[in-house]
């Protein structure tokens, strides 16, 4: 089975600009979640997506907003984006009939 | 205080060591447990995973869990230059959510 596969995995973006990242789960998981990776303040969580529906939201602001697809696909957008948004953005899907959480490789954003 | 707390590092051993890392938790509702392993520029590769308290054990790797202290452990025996790398402990509740709460990582060196 292929793993989580995200797309772009580079991206250079200017402030107040507005970003789209995609994520592809594991062939047959429902389940998708975005993370959020900085040195300061490591993986902190943003959101979970299950059969097209949010199901849990973390603590950022409304610039950062998702969606899933009736594939389980899933996309994420920041708008205006800012210095402080650049980060590793992380990718985690699940089989609901499992525990685990498989994670892609991210998409590295530096915001300039 | 955060609700998961590591000790960041880094920790340096030799070749054939055996490594302790660990983390504590004060969130009594946790009732997975994860480690992950982040290479470099890459995504957390899941290592472990466990429900109840007690041992698991997979190859070289040991997780335990010690839900009445809120500890849990990653024991890595007979150490290698390819597990140095950054160890994730994660953790979440039970019920309808993907949330995962991460420590912020120990990074481990393993010299020959």
């Known amino acids: 089975k292929a793993g989580v596969t995200q797309t772009p995995r580079y991206l250079i973006k200017t402030r107040g600009q507005q970003v789209t990242l995609s994520c592809s789960p594991i062939?047959?998981?429902?389940?998708v979640s975005w993370y959020q990776q900085t040195p300061g303040q490591g993986l902190q969580f943003l959101f979970e997506?299950?059969?097209?529906?949010?199901?849990n939201k973390g603590n950022f602001p409304g610039r950062f907003s998702g969606r899933q697809f009736s594939n389980s696909r899933s996309e994420m957008n920041v708008s205006t984006l800012e210095l402080g948004d650049s980060a590793l953005y992380l990718c985690?899907?699940?089989?609901?009939?499992?525990?685990?959480?498989?994670f892609g490789q991210g998409t590295r954003l530096t915001v300039v | 205080q955060k609700e998961v707390e590591q000790d960041p590092g880094p920790l340096s051993v030799p070749e054939g060591a055996i490594v302790s890392l660990n983390c504590t938790y004060s969130?009594?509702?946790?009732?997975?447990f994860m480690w992950y392993r982040q290479y470099s520029r890459k995504g957390p590769e899941l290592l472990m995973y466990t429900y109840s308290s007690g041992n698991k054990e997979d190859g070289r790797f040991t997780a335990q869990v010690d839900k009445s202290s809120k500890y849990i452990s990653l024991f890595i025996r007979d150490s290698q230059p390819s597990d140095s790398a950054t160890y994730l402990c994660a953790m979440r509740g039970g019920g309808n959510t993907d949330k995962l709460i991460f420590g912020t990582g120990t990074r481990l060196q393993v010299f020959p």
């Open positions: 062939s047959g998981h429902r389940s």
């Open positions: 985690a899907s699940r089989d609901t009939l499992n525990t685990e959480a498989f």
């Open positions: 997506y299950f059969s097209e529906t949010q199901r």
């Open positions: 969130n009594s509702a946790f009732q997975y």
